[in-house]
């Protein structure tokens, strides 16, 4: 069975919808690109984007994938599989998040920044970029927890501490 990315299957799904929305795809690409052209984390008028059940699921759960352990890995006890194990849950909630979050345009188009943020950081602990150091994704996606909860209604959500 071949295993696909978060990044993959967010990118495969919404041009799909644009597909079947009568966007062509070659637009489409170009409107998932996650650089220079991708809309820059802002608030909606000066307030936090609405969130659904899903997206606050999926993150809560990534959230307690991480930082319970934050402090096992900034001491060097954290193992290769242990890497990959979190690398392996945090693409699964995020194919979760893909799948079932429904949002506005325009909070989707500000949270593609989050995802793809937390897709790289997946990426790098789960093994597929190679680095030098794992623990550099869990920066990635420490970054990008904390930019959610700056970015969107998710009653009750505080800032991960980092621990440095």
């Not at 991708?38 to 606050?56: E, F, H, V």
């Not at 402090?71 to 693409?91: C, L, N, P, S």
């Not at 790098?124 to 680095?131: D, I, T």
């Not at 959610?148 to 009750?156: L, N």
Request: net charge positive; charged share 20%.
């Amino acid at each position: 069975m071949k295993t696909v990315s978060a990044k993959a299957l967010f990118i495969s799904c919404a041009l799909a919808a644009a597909t079947l929305a009568g966007v062509p795809q070659a637009i489409a690409a170009d409107a998932h690109k996650h650089d220079a052209n991708t809309p820059a984390l802002k608030l909606n008028a000066g307030s936090k984007w609405q969130t659904d059940a899903p997206l606050r699921e999926g993150m809560t759960k990534i959230r307690a994938s991480v930082e319970p352990k934050l402090h096992a890995i900034h001491g060097g006890r954290f193992t290769t599989a242990q890497y990959e194990t979190m690398g392996k849950a945090v693409d699964e909630q995020l194919a979760y998040i893909v799948g079932n979050c429904k949002l506005a345009p325009e909070a989707d188009a500000v949270l593609h920044n989050v995802i793809a943020e937390l897709s790289d950081g997946a990426e790098v602990v789960g093994g597929k970029k190679v680095v030098d150091d794992r623990s550099k994704g869990v920066v990635h996606i420490v970054n990008a927890l904390n930019s959610y909860g700056q970015y969107f209604d998710h009653p009750g959500w505080k800032p991960v501490k980092a621990g440095h």
